[in-house]
């Protein structure tokens, strides 16, 4: 069974770099055709795909993040990480991990979510 945890701060505040760690067990993040995904859901809002890593360490981004944007992984601990720099308010959100069968939104697995308030 795979299974996706993130781990990171609840609360980051306005202009900082939100850090947020998926760790998968049951599955190697580099083995299998698969995407390594991070979305969110802000509240009264739909969700929100915000990029991947893939099998093969390529990555992508939704071009309305990707300049603030960054993930990466070590494969070493069966971990993949979101960096979000220059957070506001807007940004306050349940941020999902989560593998992806086609790198197209065909999510097999989630982790549960985690919260992130942004504030001051």
């Known amino acids: 069974q795979v299974q996706l945890q993130e781990s990171g701060p609840g609360l980051v505040k306005p202009s900082q770099t939100l850090s947020l760690t998926c760790t998968v067990s049951?599955?190697?993040?580099?083995?299998?055709?698969?995407?390594w995904t991070w979305l969110r859901q802000s509240p009264g809002k739909g969700l929100e795909w915000i990029g991947y890593?893939?099998?093969?360490?390529?990555?992508r981004y939704n071009p309305s993040l990707k300049s603030r944007t960054s993930i990466s992984r070590d494969t070493s601990k069966n971990q993949f990480t979101l960096q979000l720099s220059s957070m506001t308010p807007e940004d306050t959100a349940m941020y999902y991990c989560?593998?992806?069968?086609?790198?197209?939104?065909?999510?097999?697995?989630w982790g549960q979510g985690t919260q992130v308030a942004v504030s001051s």
């Open positions: 989560a593998r992806d069968m086609t790198g197209n939104l065909a999510n097999d697995y």
């Open positions: 890593i893939g099998y093969s360490g390529r990555t």
């Open positions: 049951g599955a190697s993040i580099t083995s299998g055709i698969y995407y």
